[in-house]
């Protein structure tokens, strides 16, 4: 519809009324008051007859519109045989499933149909019972939601009080079908009327699952190819950010623009941040695409990294016939001993014409490094046809000139030459004998069944068939999950990792500090653990600590967790003379040097026992290193800025830590199912994590913090009753008050502890009613770190009235707040903490305002600790700063710098570089470094502490120049450019002459 046709159908009087209903001062009004009892009631009552009128408007209004479009609306349209004798009634998307699966029923001689719900509310009984054909016999509502408790789901309730009155009213059931986004697909909506067709069919059913514990789900029917003659579907597997969703749009495009064919693309991906799975769904047909879900059953499926075919069942739903394209670096019998059997077998049995490239030696001969995206589109429209083969090639160089062009000719033709190498692609045999080969044994390793059951099936992209009990068995119900689950991922996606060399190696564990995923670590073997280790001969002898003097040190890179982002190496100060100890090199997971490395990391996380009780972990960087990280293996970006601080904290406190976490980049790469990084420690200790919303992060945390106050409080009223009653011993009595008077004291309670519990545990085994109390409160007794964590638009924006108000309580939790200063989670929007100047979503010409300084405005309150730290421009103050602020026994607030992907880092690396970019916004005033510690105030002394140096400001400049971030507003805004980042470095220098005030002031007289 144009809008002439929308106007022509809006009455320009009543929209006079409505707008005569705004609030002006010429006519004023009153609203927002407060009602007491005698009129509220009455008065909600008087706006009825606006309700009641709302369905025949809109109705008329749908008339109105089918007019003009010829597409017939209702309030409830009815699809399907005229004399059906089965219906659902359903609203939204899945509709068009169901629109699927009622044609291809009534092809088979079925009389069924679908009433589709149009407006839900106000609910118009009349016109659903007028749209409902006389013949129907049984109606199944389907419901998109879970209302745990009620009697059933809302539209199915609406739907059974419709007919409630009716005579002769047909049997009604409800379902529920496609929670969290679940596919709908027509197999799916045919197994809901394969249920009505049932003497007694199910009520209260599910689709799409298998619930074998309450057995709600209705038997499975196989997926079957619908969505009319002619339509082409197809599957492309790819790894994150390898380019293959972009050559698929491309295509999409291509096709879309140069043909009269209709077309459909959906991406789906992982919960990665990079290097993720991804599968595109593509559909073209000749007749408009109504499949509203994931393509089932492919024509063409076209897998771009070989190992997939290991790793997920990338023939499920491939037609027979179809076609199969891999991208592989093996030749025909390499390639037939790689293949699983399952996948042979499959090609057999379907008769699948397969096709093999080797896309990754074309890129590599053409200069294009690892880009493989083109040569496979260009392999794609060669074998499949779907438009002519030259007008593919026309319009894909078409596109290399439009995306390439401004980059010079040397580009264009290495994509040129991309399009045209597609076509080397050659045919497989698919042998006969493989018909009947059996599955290939499984990999036994010591995972425990939680991992092997349900989080190995859930990566391997076959989520969707574990059945309920699966879920159940393990205790998943209440929504917890177990901790730990990522290292059993072992992902492999880099393209290069650090190699260490020791003669280089000065043992400054810098390396481990800053690694965003946690994959490098110092190790410290005993004289014992040395023996059994492969590469004994490749550590090196300790000199300090004095207590690991004569021990092994060896840096150890976990290969398939790293995620090559070469920021290790980058700082790693090395030798001064021989160089840096590590380097970067092309990683192979086949080759016999990196498996080695995989089972050196293997021996020494499994044999080689902690050494951090030997040192004091909190003193310097170095010590913090020999702590187990207890967050690891994150699937954050390569490189992120986030993830070094929130593993530093879990090795400072993970073994008593709670964390609230807000909604963003942070929750997601700490949990997402299945892969959890937060960890545990030898003792079964570690960070226990619990996400609530974006908006209430830090009040989330705060009923954390006070629920544990509170039950410390009964713990020590129990205690106190022991040492009032005649049970206990004097030591233990003593044990107890010397609890009670440093309950708030990490290191003392850690101390106390373990005497106390064994007090505890032979007092309740003795029968004393006070300990048996005690027993089950005991995991309160050593003090907890409450950690809240969240990014700055959580921070500054959406979750700054609860994070004000939990500052203000005074009471003793710890706020981190990681500022990418975008909203990174959903792409990049601008927070309040976006800095003047910078590009970011809904701040299209660069942001025209300042950054809100959220430490300056906590320190005002003057109770509250507050630092600004950047890990890579002082890795000591960070660690002072997280140490302080957890110390500090009220609340504490620590602002993050973090680069991001959404930056655009232009050093050549790019997020590699992520450490040492944290350093340049440190030494040009980009960032500052600060500390206010309320703890100094109460000494007379000034809480203020600056400590980074007097920025270089002339570097200003050249910081913004190396993040695209910056460098796009002089691209796109020329003119204007310059003034903008003289005026962010004004800013800058504003807030920096605020802090020198603050660190002059003078407090020896409060
Ligand atoms: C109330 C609400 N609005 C929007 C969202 C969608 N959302 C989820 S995360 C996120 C951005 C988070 O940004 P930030 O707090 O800066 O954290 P980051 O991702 O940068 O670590 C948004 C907008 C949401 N979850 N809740
Ligand atoms: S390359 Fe990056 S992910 Fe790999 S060990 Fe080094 S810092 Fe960690
Ligand atoms: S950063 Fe370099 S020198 Fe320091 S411990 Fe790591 S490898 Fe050794
Ligand atoms: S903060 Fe940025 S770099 Fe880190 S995971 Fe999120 S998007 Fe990636």
Redesign the pocket.
């Known amino acids: 519809m144009d809008q002439e046709d929308i106007r022509s159908l809006v009455k320009e009087e009543f929209i006079k009324r409505f707008r005569d209903r705004a609030m002006s001062p010429e006519r004023p009004i009153t609203r927002g008051t407060a009602e007491n009892p005698e009129t509220f009631f009455t008065h909600r009552e008087a706006c009825n007859p606006y309700y009641d009128a709302v369905p025949e408007v809109v109705e008329r209004y749908l008339g109105e519109i089918s007019k003009i479009t010829g597409r017939e609306y209702h309030l409830f349209s009815y699809y399907g045989a005229e004399d059906a004798d089965r219906i659902v009634i359903l609203m939204g998307s899945a509709t068009d499933a169901a629109r699927e699966a009622i044609d291809y029923l009534n092809g088979q001689g079925q009389k069924v149909g679908m009433i589709s719900v149009h407006l839900y509310r106000p609910f118009s009984i009349k016109h659903l019972l007028a749209a409902v054909p006389k013949s129907v016999k049984k109606i199944a509502v389907l419901d998109r939601t879970k209302e745990p408790g009620a009697t059933g789901e809302p539209l199915y309730i609406d739907v059974k009080d419709a007919f409630y009155d009716v005579e002769n009213r047909p049997l009604i059931v409800g379902g529920r079908y496609g929670l969290g986004s679940h596919d709908t697909t027509p197999a799916q909506i045919i197994s809901v009327f394969n249920n009505l067709a049932m003497p007694e069919p199910k009520n209260h059913f599910t689709i799409g699952i298998v619930d074998d514990v309450t057995f709600t789900s209705l038997p499975e029917v196989e997926e079957i190819a619908l969505g009319g003659a002619g339509m082409f579907q197809a599957k492309f597997y790819g790894l994150g950010a390898d380019g293959t969703v972009g050559a698929n749009k491309n295509s999409v495009k291509i096709i879309g623009d140069n043909t009269d064919k209709y077309c459909q693309a959906y991406f789906s991906y992982d919960s990665k941040k990079s290097g993720g799975f991804t599968c595109s769904h593509l559909r073209f047909g000749d007749t408009p695409i109504r499949s509203t879900y994931l393509v089932t059953t492919p024509n063409f499926v076209a897998c771009h990294v070989q190992a997939y075919l290991h790793m997920y069942d990338v023939t499920r739903g491939l037609q027979k016939n179809g076609t199969f394209l891999l991208n592989t670096i093996f030749d025909a019998d390499e390639l037939e001993k790689f293949m699983p059997n399952k996948v042979k077998r499959y090609f057999t049995q379907n008769n699948i014409t397969v096709y093999t490239i080797n896309a990754t030696k074309i890129a590599q001969e053409i200069g294009l490094g690892n880009r493989t995206n083109t040569i496979l589109q260009s392999a794609f429209f060669r074998i499949t046809d779907v438009i002519p083969v030259e007008l593919a090639v026309e319009k894909m160089k078409a596109a290399i000139v439009k995306s390439y062009g401004s980059k010079g000719q040397d580009v264009v033709d290495k994509n040129y030459a991309a399009v045209d190498r597609g076509g080397e692609y050659v045919q497989f045999a698919v042998k006969p004998e493989w018909a009947n080969l059996p599955d290939d044994a499984e990999k036994q390793d010591d995972a425990p069944a939680f991992v092997k059951e349900l989080v190995r099936p859930i990566n391997a992209q076959a989520g969707d068939l574990l059945p309920v009990s699966a879920f159940a068995k393990f205790g998943t119900a209440d929504g917890s999950w177990e901790v730990g689950t990522a290292a059993y991922e072992k992902r492999g996606v880099e393209a290069f990792v650090p190699v260490w060399n020791k003669d280089n190696c000065i043992q400054c564990n810098q390396c481990a500090y800053i690694c965003p995923h946690a994959a490098i670590r110092p190790f410290v073997l005993d004289e014992n653990e040395i023996k059994g280790f492969a590469a004994a001969d490749d550590t090196l002898e300790m000199k300090a600590p004095a207590a690991m003097k004569g021990m092994h040190f060896r840096i150890e890179t976990s290969v398939l967790d790293c995620l090559g982002c070469g920021n290790c190496a980058d700082i790693c100060p090395g030798n001064p003379k021989l160089g840096k100890a590590l380097t970067m090199a092309p990683f192979n997971p086949d080759a016999p040097e990196m498996k080695q490395e995989a089972k050196n990391w293997e021996y020494l996380v499994k044999e080689v026992k902690t050494k951090q009780h030997l040192v004091d972990i909190r003193t310097n960087v170095k010590n913090s290193q020999f702590a187990t990280p207890l967050f690891e293996f994150s699937g954050a970006c390569s490189g992120c800025g ?1 993830t070094p601080y929130v593993k530093l904290i879990s090795q400072l406190f993970g073994d008593r830590q709670l964390v609230a976490n ?5 929750s997601i790469y700490s949990a997402s199912i299945p892969s959890t990084p937060y960890t545990k420690n030898e003792k079964g200790q570690g960070p226990c994590f619990n996400n609530s ?3 209430d992060f830090c009040e989330f945390g705060l009923g954390m913090a006070l629920g544990n106050k509170k039950m410390k409080e009964r713990v020590a009223k129990l205690l106190q009753e022991m040492i009032d009653g005649d049970k206990a011993s004097d030591e233990y009595k003593a044990l107890a008050a010397e609890w009670i008077a440093n309950k708030d004291d990490a290191d003392k309670t850690k101390e106390i502890a373990p005497k106390l519990r064994k007090c505890i545990a032979e007092s309740a085994a003795a029968g004393y009613p006070v300990c048996k109390e005690l027993q089950t409160l005991d995991h309160y007794l050593v003090k907890r770190s409450q950690w809240i964590i ?6 500054y924006d ?1 979750g700054y009235g609860g994070l004000d108000h939990v500052i203000a309580s005074g009471e003793d939790v710890n706020i981190l707040v ?1 500022d ?1 200063e ?5 792409g990049g ?1 601008a ?1 309040k903490a976006t800095p003047l100047g910078a590009i970011a979503q809904f701040a299209a010409q660069g942001k025209r305002i300042r950054k809100k300084d959220l430490g300056m405005i906590a320190t005002t309150y003057g109770y509250v600790y507050v630092a600004q730290i950047a890990m890579g421009a002082d890795h000591a103050q960070t660690l002072k700063a997280i140490r302080e602020a957890e110390a500090w026994h009220g609340p504490s607030i620590i602002i993050a710098y973090a680069p ?1 992907i959404n930056h655009g880092l232009k050093a050549k690396g790019g997020m590699g570089k992520s450490q040492a970019e944290e350093k340049k916004a440190v030494e040009c005033g980009y960032w500052h470094l600060w500390r206010y510690n309320p703890a100094l105030a109460e000494e007379g002394k000034n809480p203020f502490s600056l400590d980074s140096k007097e920025p270089n400001w002339e570097n200003f400049h050249d910081f913004l120049m190396g993040e695209v971030r910056y460098l796009s507003v002089k691209k796109a805004y020329p003119n204007e450019a310059e003034e903008l980042f003289a005026e962010a470095q004004k800013m800058a220098k504003i807030r920096y002459q605020s802090y020198i005030r603050k660190a002059a002031e003078d407090w020896s007289q409060e």
């Open positions: 986030e807000a909604t963003g980049c942070s919303l974006f908006e969240g990014g700055d638009g959580a921070s959406i990681l990418t975008v909203y990174s989670n959903t929007q927070s991001c």
